[in-house]
T-cell receptor, first 118, second 109 residues
């Protein structure tokens, strides 16, 4: 149980275009989802926290107008990288936490999306 | 000062040996601690978590927590080449997880 999927697993786009990444909790309701970014040989850096039905909370230094997060349902959150540039190329990973006791104390990670901006 | 610190390694151990991975954290009020394993190009997978002082064992893995010293460690017994990965220590800070930079472990056959 507690499976999180991401789509797409990898994407290549041209500079200036927008890219949407989906994160889904497949077998539990995710009240909170987290979006991370990981550059090569670095650790995970939290970008934002989103709660279902409310606005996301962004970490310091993360541009909310560039990284649009929508958490419209208990099983789906999306991250849209707007006007992507080569420096946005990274590994984007989502995680989810549920409300039930079995899913509350952990974050369950998706498999990640590798974004390459040309 | 980084909130969660780990030696980046690489830590090299022979197959069958015990690998010892260490992590220190700065927030004395932290209550929950997690160890994740991350293979290259993959997302982290949870190995185990620990909340209480002392040891917690799960198969070949043992997590050790010392809140007074603000120190958490992970021991891997009978290390296998498949254990070669980056090990991330994470500390729960409010609603969030704060990750260390990770320690690269290499198990040589």
């Amino acid at each position: 149980g507690a499976v999180v999927s991401q789509h797409p697993s990898w994407v290549i786009c041209k500079s200036g275009t927008s890219v949407k990444i989906e994160c889904r909790s497949l077998d539990f309701q995710a009240t909170t989802m987290f979006w991370y970014r990981q550059f090569p040989k670095q650790s995970l850096m939290l970008m934002a926290t989103s709660n279902e039905g409310s606005k996301a909370t962004y970490e310091q230094g993360v541009e909310k107008d560039k990284f649009l997060i929508n958490h419209a349902s208990l099983t789906l959150s999306t991250l849209t990288v707007t006007s992507a540039h080569p420096e946005d190329s990274s590994f984007y990973i989502c995680s989810a936490r549920g409300l039930a006791l079995s899913t509350y104390n952990e974050q369950f990670f998706g498999p990640g999306t590798r974004l390459t901006v040309l | 000062q980084k909130e969660v610190e780990q030696n980046s390694g690489p830590l090299s151990v022979p197959e069958g040996a015990i690998a010892s991975l260490n992590c220190t954290y700065s927030d004395r009020g932290s209550q929950s601690f997690f160890w994740y394993r991350q293979y290259s190009g993959k997302s982290p997978e949870l190995i185990m978590f620990i909340y209480s002082n002392g040891d917690k064992e799960d198969g070949r893995f043992t997590a050790q927590l010392n809140k007074a010293s603000q120190y958490v460690s992970l021991l891997i017994r009978d290390s296998q080449p498949s254990d070669s990965a980056t090990y991330l220590c994470a500390v729960k800070h409010g609603n969030k997880l704060v990750f260390g930079a990770g320690t690269i472990l290499r198990v040589k056959s």
